[in-house]
């Protein structure tokens, strides 16, 4: 557990380090921020003409309102948080690598959900956009890093461990049948 809690502080650091350098925000952050707001725009374009993404800006063309996705907002740091978690515990690479291809997935996928709903939310009462934006998506978003590592942790420990001794019952070995 200890050997947890300091890797997963070690490579938060690193992580975290790395994103807030410039390279990590002109080559990752930033072009993942605009690609985000483009892509919420397109989703609500099947059903709602009026929305435009600028550079990390999505807009209504009808009543102008707009909601910029900042840092924290963009689900980063949310997902470098369950990539350390991930990464921390101890596991096969190949567990390892499904853990953050489907937990990338499912961090992501609430964070769209997050921005359209405050895309919409705003446009319908601000009061309501900065509670739900400052308390309610804040801690869901961090809910969901955790619920995702910790199904995570259940299945990967499910996996049967080769080279596990046989239980209190089981000889291991078939016994010769007399006849």
Known sequence: ?????????????VLFG?????????????P???GLAHFCAQLVAVFDSSAEAIGKVLRSNTNGFAVSIEAGCNGV???LVLIAA?????????QKAWGLAL??????????VRIISLFYLGQWNMT?????H???WQALIMLDVLIVWLIWVRRINRAPVSGTPPSSGDSGSAAPVAA
Do not use: C, H, K
Not at 106 to 111: D, F, I, K, R, Y
């Open 18 to 30: 790395a994103q807030l350098t410039p390279w990590g925000q002109d080559y990752f952050v930033i």
């Open 86 to 94: 991930i990464l921390a515990f101890p596991s096969t690479w190949r």
């Open 77 to 79: 740091e949310a997902t």
């Open 1 to 13: 557990m200890v050997r947890f809690l300091i890797l997963f502080v070690v490579i938060q650091a």
């Open 134 to 136: 400052l308390y309610i």
């Open 103 to 112: 937990g990338f997935v499912a961090v992501q996928g609430l964070n769209i």
């Open 32 to 34: 993942w921020t605009n």
């Open 128 to 132: 309501a956009f900065e509670w739900a």
